[in-house]
């Protein structure tokens, strides 16, 4: 592990390390590479990207919060699926990912049978316990545990004609005790260090399905990881009025786990956050970007518009309103003003195999950056 961070260090010193789309390229292109493994549970590939973060925010001179380690040790559980990933339909190989995923809450299996059609898109073997669906679009997702049942989901377009026969070698393996961290640095306030403006963003993703199929996950959330250590870079060399507090946080994708952990045990206490900006899905942009809690901080909206509408960097800022889909939540349960921020238009991959660094635009990353800089030194005045 240790060959392979120091090529990845060497692979970005060979950027020009400015705050411009080129460095957050080299970091998605980084984050998404098969050393990582889909940032998830298998082949370390959650741990491999948690210390490689830390090895970036040491590089670029922040501190750690707890004044030890840039990591916040936690844990939970998890289904995993780390080996045999084979499946034939009517005697069809079909390719893990692509033409099906099986559920995350699926046990192993090992079985050859038939099925039986119960309806138009589902089909059983109840021998082994095994459902078959038919889907328009293959989405997955992490489970804690795993179902007594096998769920294989099949892409329509590979189905081919009705699945009247099944062959099936899946290997998952359950883990009650997940061992992963938060990864937390800052850059102290020259003027209020006390006073807190939080930017995260979870660098999680779903990892692997079996031995040789991953999950890239590079606008989830590969790029709002990008965009986080683009800003812990500028912030450690600006050095602002206010404290400027960065956290990656893990075990998003599980279920906010990571920022609900660290709401639970803060390394600072909540009540000094002046705002948090929530990173998430920040890989296209030419639609604009939508803020939820826009309508929970109408104030601070409206300075975020007003700065847009100065500089025109993005086309739209659509409002929403509360929502529990990513890790400002927490913090906005607990009284902390907070926006998750998410850019609009372009790629429509999302929690697939698709989801890659070569298909990703960036192309409002540049305008993103600098809006973030110009609402933060608003809020810091």
Same mark, same amino acid.
């Given at each position: ?31 998404? &590479?098969? /050393?990582?493994?889909?940032?998830? *549970? !298998?082949?370390?590939?959650?741990? +491999?990207? @948690? =210390? ?88 997955? &997702?992490? /489970?804690?545990?795993?179902?007594? *049942? !096998?769920?294989?989901?099949?892409? +329509?377009? @590979? =189905? ?222």
């Amino acid at each position: 592990m240790k060959k392979l961070f120091v090529f990845l260090l060497l692979l970005m010193s060979a950027t020009s390390w400015s705050q411009d789309v080129a460095f957050a390229r080299q970091l998605v292109d980084t984050l998404t &590479s098969p /050393a990582f493994w889909g940032r998830g *549970y !298998t082949n370390n590939g959650m741990v +491999k990207a @948690a =210390a490689f973060i830390s090895q970036q925010f040491s590089g670029f001179g922040l501190t750690p919060i707890n004044g030890q380690s840039f990591l916040q040790p936690f844990s939970y559980p998890v289904n995993t699926f780390p080996g045999r990933m084979e499946v034939l339909i009517n005697n069809k190989k079909l390719v893990p990912g692509k033409d099906f995923i099986v559920t995350p809450n699926s046990r192993g299996v090992h079985a050859t049978g038939k099925l039986e059609q119960k309806d138009s898109t589902h089909f059983v073997n109840p021998n082994y316990r095994i459902i078959v669906s038919l889907e328009d679009k293959l989405t997955w &997702s992490v /489970a804690p545990a795993a179902a007594n *049942y !096998t769920s294989i989901q099949l892409d +329509k377009k @590979a =189905a081919g004609d009705i699945p009247i026969s099944i062959r099936a070698d899946i290997e998952n393996q359950e883990v009650a005790d997940f061992k992963t961290a938060n990864v937390c640095g800052w850059v102290k306030g020259t003027l209020y260090p006390d006073s807190l403006i939080v930017i995260s963003a979870h660098y999680d993703h779903l990892g692997g399905m079996g031995a040789s199929t991953y999950f890239p996950g590079a606008n989830d959330n590969a790029s709002g990881t990008s965009l986080l250590l683009g800003l812990a870079k500028y912030y450690a060399a600006h050095p602002p009025l206010y404290t400027i507090a960065f956290i990656s946080f893990a075990g998003e994708e599980a279920g906010l786990l990571g920022s609900k952990y660290f709401t639970e045990n803060p390394l600072f206490p909540l009540k000094n956050i002046r705002f948090l900006l929530n990173l998430d899905l920040e890989g296209t942009g030419d639609e604009g970007i939508t803020v939820v809690n826009a309508t929970e901080f109408s104030k601070q909206f409206a300075v975020l518009n007003a700065v847009n509408d100065s500089t025109h960097y993005l086309s739209k800022i659509n409002a929403r309103g509360k929502a529990a889909n990513s890790d400002h939540y927490w913090f906005s349960e607990k009284g902390v003003p907070a926006f998750f921020l998410y850019t609009m238009g372009g790629i429509k991959a999302y929690h697939d195999v698709f989801d890659k660094a070569e298909t990703l635009p960036l192309n409002e990353y540049e305008d993103l950056f600098q809006l973030i800089l110009k609402f933060n030194e608003k809020l810091m005045k």
